[in-house]
């Protein structure tokens, strides 16, 4: 054997004899450094990745079962300061095409959701700069009183931070506030990567790191149920990702015992046709191997989140289906309607027969949800167009 081989064998040697401890640690639920994090990430065999990951995801979710929901994305404005780089949606404040939905158009749009077998909403800004706290306390009293089996999963950290700033208010009050006007929960939006030196680059004038997990921190500590995301494959490094995964599984360790706080985690590309960073930048899409590989890590790294999404929207539905095989359990919502990736290139649309039979062709059971990932029962107008 020549020099150089035995050199590649005994690295090879050192990387199985290091993946074994930290997968070992890993299905002990022992928190994962991000040194273990990247080197998993870099080196790892998908294979040995996947397996772990299948592993720990029949730790939380024992059986066959992968999750799915109905609701409809409603954007409030598309009016907003921030100005991410990243996203084709936002209009200034006198540009051209500017809208601000309407109560009556809401009203339109919940008829439909609920004719369609959903009863829950995802609305989110962007962050108008006129429209302070009383604008959202009233919009969510409106709809609660006028729908008031619809729940409101609304907002994010950085639309709380936009207010808090704007109001003069902690994000504790802010937070109290639009939960006594209806709020339900809390969406991890705009998480981007949870990194400053990311955060300043692609979004500027949106929350810090810290000023992100202040929000949730509070919203753990109120009760609310919350989630978690990250928008990848930009210009972040392998270790930025891993650390933002450090960061919310910390998070989570800190939230009160009764708190359901961080109740998954959603990780998906980004999606930057026709944006500015993609002008800037030219961004290498991220293939679907490297999205299984980063939902194995994803539900490696984050021992103490139940449930890790699959997002079909921007990989599409193969992708999302041997995502299931490797740590996601939960192929989120139908979506109804979606309007920002879909402004920066994600076309991929799934009615819910649709949705059950990506669940089942992947080999799994599949279990319409509520937001609080409650199982419930296929409602009748959903049950008779799919059976
Ligand atoms: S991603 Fe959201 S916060 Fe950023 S510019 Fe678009 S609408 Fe505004």
Redesign the pocket.
């Known amino acids: 054997m020549s020099m150089v081989q035995k050199y590649y064998l005994c690295r090879k040697f050192f990387y199985a004899m290091n993946f074994d401890r930290i997968f070992n640690r890993a299905l002990s639920l022992e928190p994962l450094s991000l040194e273990e994090g990247v080197l998993l990430y870099e080196q790892a065999p998908t294979s040995e990745l996947v397996f772990i990951a299948n592993q720990l995801r029949q730790k939380f979710h024992p059986g066959n079962t992968v999750t799915w929901m109905i609701d409809r994305n409603i954007?409030i404005t598309?009016i907003?300061?921030?100005?991410?780089k990243?996203?084709?949606?936002?209009r200034k404040i006198n540009g051209e095409g500017t809208y601000t939905t309407t109560f009556a158009e809401y009203k339109i749009k919940i008829e439909e959701m609920l004719q369609l077998g959903g009863n829950q909403l995802l609305i989110?800004?962007?962050?108008h700069p006129g429209y302070g706290l009383a604008f959202y306390t009233d919009l969510f009293s409106r709809l609660k009183s006028e729908f008031p089996g619809v729940r409101l999963h609304a907002l994010g950290p950085?639309?709380i931070v936009h207010i808090a700033r704007k109001e003069r208010m902690s994000y504790r009050e802010v937070l109290e506030k639009l939960i006594e006007s209806g709020l339900d929960s809390l969406p991890g939006?705009?998480a981007e990567i949870l990194c400053d030196r990311v955060r300043k680059e692609i979004?500027p004038?949106?929350a810090r790191t810290a000023e992100w997990l202040d929000v949730m921190a509070e919203a753990h500590k109120l009760g609310m149920v919350t989630s978690a995301t990250m928008m990848f494959g930009h210009i972040e490094t392998l270790g930025e990702r891993v650390s933002h995964l450090i960061y919310l599984r910390d998070l989570q360790s800190l939230k009160p015992v009764s708190a359901p706080g961080f109740m998954a985690f959603i990780p998906w590309p980004i999606m930057s046709e026709g944006t500015e960073l993609g002008k800037l930048i030219k961004l290498t899409p991220v293939l679907p191997i490297e999205y299984i590989r980063t939902i194995a890590i994803s539900r490696i790294v984050l021992n103490n989140i139940p449930n890790i999404q699959a997002s079909w929207l921007t990989i599409g539905k193969e992708t999302a289906q041997v995502s299931l095989h490797g740590g996601a359990n939960d192929l989120g919502s139908i979506m109804i309607e979606e309007n920002?990736v879909s402004a920066a290139g994600a076309s991929v649309k799934l009615s819910a027969l649709e949705m059950q039979r990506t669940i089942t062709e992947a080999g799994f059971q599949p279990q319409l949800r509520s937001q609080d990932y409650k199982f419930i029962d296929l409602p009748d107008v959903v049950e008779k167009y799919i059976t």
């Open positions: 954007n598309n907003c300061i921030s100005g991410c990243f996203c084709n949606f936002h989110q800004g962007g962050m950085p639309e939006a705009g979004s004038a949106k920002v």
